[in-house]
């Protein structure tokens, strides 16, 4: 088992710069893989970043370039930087973990105005 909270969602301008971070409950180091997840209004969960416990990571065509997902073991975090941001970006943004199950946080807005 596992517990995951989200932190540092809110709101920002077209263009500026956001990190969002997840903390568990217990070491990251073994968990299989980690990332980040979004739903936006009337549109299906999207996978937006993942990394997997050695493995590099991986990141939706929207976000590449813009986006970096990272994990620091020590702290049992994973991290979301995202920059240059988009209105199109605005999305409850969730924490997932897989580790023989799906674990999830129970998400932060990131809301972007034009």
């Known amino acids: 088992q596992v517990q995951l909270v989200e932190s540092g969602g809110g709101l920002v301008q077209a263009g500026g710069s956001l990190r969002l971070s997840c903390a568990a409950s217990?070491?990251?180091?073994?968990?299989?893989?980690m990332g980040w997840y979004r739903q936006a209004p009337g549109q299906q969960r999207e996978l937006v970043a993942v990394?997997?416990?050695?493995?590099?990571?991986n990141y939706a065509d929207s976000v590449k370039g813009r986006f970096t997902i990272s994990r620091d073991n020590a702290k049992n975090t994973v991290y979301l930087q995202m920059n240059s941001l988009k209105p199109e970006d605005t999305a409850v943004y969730y924490c997932?973990?897989?580790?023989?199950?799906?674990?999830w946080g129970q998400g932060t807005q990131v809301t972007v105005s034009s």
């Open positions: 997932y973990a897989w580790d023989g199950q799906d674990y």
């Open positions: 990394m997997s416990s050695g493995g590099s990571p």
């Open positions: 217990r070491s990251i180091f073994s968990i299989t893989a």
